[in-house]
């Protein structure tokens, strides 16, 4: 059973224009949401996290926004650069439950192609 | 300041075998987690290890096992290796138990 789940395996965005990656969750336990990024041959670098008491949260050109009703969050890219072409991993904790330890659960990934 | 690293970076072995996998986790971290990033997959939670002390695990046999180490480094030993097990294993490492997580660059694992 998938807890976190990046239900469009690949994106294509022109250069400039804006990039909406999409998440759904299913634990309500989960509290606290991070986006990662990945290159091939790398591990997953930390790009932007939001807490289940905030609806948004922007850094730079990311903004990721949470929709606690709909389990849902989104991740926003604006504007899009070649080098933002990397695969894309949302990942959920209990981070404030009490539950222990601090487990992320990861999606697939999307893979996002940004084209000059 | 210096990330997480991990060694070896690429590593093959017969089924049946054991493995270890290194990490050093970043300078002032006392808080090291274990993935395991199958083809196509998102990572999976092995186990967390906080001060020296496993903190939480995932849904891995007990031939998973680790270590901690007084400078806060860690070990993935992998007993009796499985066909299923070939895959890319990261560590992570944080500054305490609920702060963001920093991944190394991974050891790929092949089990033939």
């Known amino acids: 059973d998938q807890q976190v789940k990046q239900n469009s395996p690949s994106l294509s965005v022109q250069e400039g224009r804006i990039s909406i990656l999409n998440c759904d969750y299913t634990n309500s336990m989960f509290d606290y949401f991070l986006w990662y990024k990945k290159y091939p041959a790398e591990g997953p670098t930390f790009l932007i996290s939001i807490s289940s008491i905030k609806d948004k949260n922007e850094d730079g050109r990311f903004t990721v926004f949470l929709n606690k009703s709909a389990k849902h969050l989104s991740l926003h890219i604006v504007p899009s650069q070649p080098g933002d072409s990397a695969v894309y991993f949302c990942?959920?904790?209990?981070?404030?439950?009490?539950?222990?330890?601090?487990?992320?659960?990861f999606g697939k990934g999307t893979k996002l192609s940004v084209i000059p | 300041e210096t990330g997480v690293t991990q060694s070896p970076t690429h590593l093959i072995k017969t089924r049946g075998q054991q493995v270890t996998l290194r990490c050093s986790s970043q300078?002032?971290?006392?808080?090291v987690s274990w993935y395991q990033q199958a083809l196509g997959q998102g990572p999976q939670f092995i186990f967390q290890y906080y001060r020296e002390e496993e903190n939480g695990r995932g849904n891995f046999p007990p031939r998973f096992s680790g270590l901690q180490f007084p400078n806060y480094s860690s070990e993935l030993n992998v007993n009796a290796l499985e066909l299923d097990d070939s895959a890319l294993y990261l560590c992570?490492?944080?500054?305490?138990?609920?702060?963001?997580?920093?991944f190394g660059q991974g050891t790929r694992l092949t089990v033939v």
């Open positions: 300078s002032g971290h006392n808080t």
């Open positions: 992570a490492s944080s500054l305490e138990q609920f702060t963001e997580a920093f």
């Open positions: 990942a959920a904790s209990a981070r404030y439950s009490g539950a222990g330890s601090y487990q992320l659960t």
